[in-house]
């Protein structure tokens, strides 16, 4: 099993371009979660899902959408990149009922 | 959603055993306590949850008084590889809102 992955590793962008972020998860896992961590910070939740077709706002949720169409995939979406959503990105994944969250590699971002 | 306090960082020597403490004083009746542990680069990994007394698995143990405002979380016998950054979470349910905080740093000595 790969785990959670996560697509692209790092990511330049210009300010006020889009990208989305990719997180797959090949454990059938029902909940995903998408956090941001800044330098010497904690991290910080912006969306989750508790299962197919749904998502829900998390700490963070300004600047970033989300779209949970297929149970394995969570993607994460920045329509017009700021400098203040420079940071790395993780996604997670856990059972249903569990709180053991599995995490990716991450994904840095910087925008300039 | 129960906030929770610990040290910013610790220092312990090779093979000592190291406690790091979380206090949540607003813990609610139905919060699970929960660490994870991370290294530089990486996403966090799980370590142990409990809810009272005490839980022990293979990498640590968990310590939770009766009156849950505080947990420890135990490492015996820390390594060089143990270097990392802990959290301590509360949260109600598994799949909702929870905030990681910004750790306890644990730099390990030889």
């Known amino acids: 099993n790969a785990g959670v992955t996560q697509t692209p590793k790092f990511r330049v962008l210009k300010t006020g371009q889009s990208m989305t972020l990719l997180c797959a998860q090949d454990?059938?896992?029902?909940?995903m979660y998408w956090y941001r961590q800044d330098p010497g910070m904690g991290l910080r939740l912006i969306h989750y899902?508790?299962?197919?077709?749904?998502?829900a706002k998390g700490e963070v949720p300004d600047g970033y959408n989300v779209s949970r169409l297929k149970k394995q995939n969570f993607l994460l979406g920045l329509e017009s990149a700021a400098p203040s959503q420079t940071s790395v990105y993780f996604c997670?994944?856990?059972?249903?009922?569990?709180?053991?969250?599995?995490f990716g590699p991450g994904t840095r971002l910087t925008v300039t | 959603l129960a906030k929770t306090t610990q040290p910013i960082s610790m220092d312990s020597y090779e093979g000592q055993e190291v406690n790091i403490t979380c206090s949540h004083n607003?813990?609610?009746?139905?919060?699970?306590i929960t660490w994870y542990q991370q290294f530089p680069s990486q996403g966090p990994r799980f370590i142990i949850q409990g809810y009272k007394t005490k839980v022990t698995n293979e990498v640590a143990s968990l310590f939770i008084p009766a009156d849950r405002k505080s947990s420890t979380l135990s490492l015996p016998r820390v390594s060089l590889s143990d270097t990392a950054v802990y959290y301590c979470l509360v949260a109600p349910t598994p799949g909702q809102k929870v905030t990681f905080g910004t750790g306890t740093k644990l730099q390990v000595i030889p």
């Open positions: 454990m059938n896992h029902e909940y």
């Open positions: 997670a994944s856990s059972y249903l009922l569990s709180y053991e969250q599995y």
């Open positions: 899902s508790v299962g197919e077709g749904t998502t």
């Open positions: 607003n813990i609610a009746t139905n919060d699970y």
